[in-house]
Structure formats: structure tokens, C-alpha cells
């Protein structure tokens, strides 16, 4: 008998470094749209809701 239950997405499990979107710091991110570092999520500008001054740059 086949199952009706939709799969089990497949998850995103490899650590990655990244590039912090605030700091520009690398870090290892722990799922796949993490961006800000937690030493920057656990800034008192970050818990305040205060933007960052982002950076972007492009790749060349």
C-alpha cells in the first residue's frame, strides 16, 4: 500500500561559512537564510530593532 503523506522536504544540513550581512565577519551559518551573525543578532542595536548599516558588495 503507498503512502499518501506528502515526503519529508529534505533539509539543508551542511554547516556553511558566510559572510555576516552586518559585521562582514565569516561565520558558520545553522540553516540555509541565516545572514547575521549571532554576535551581531545579540547586539543591543539588533534586540532594539535599529538597522544595521548594511553592506553589499557585488562579486566580481
Known amino acids: 500500500m503507498s ?6 522536504p529534505e533539509m ?7 559572510n555576516c550581512l552586518s ?3 565569516p561565520f558558520t551559518r545553522e540553516w540555509a537564510g541565516e545572514r547575521i551573525c549571532p554576535k551581531c543578532k545579540h547586539s543591543s542595536s539588533w ?11 557585488s562579486k566580481k
Open 3 to 8: 503512502s499518501t503523506l506528502k515526503p519529508a
Open 12 to 18: 539543508d544540513i551542511d554547516p556553511k561559512v558566510r
Open 23 to 25: 559585521c562582514l565577519r
Open 47 to 57: 534586540r532594539m530593532g535599529s538597522l544595521p548599516q548594511w553592506h553589499v558588495h
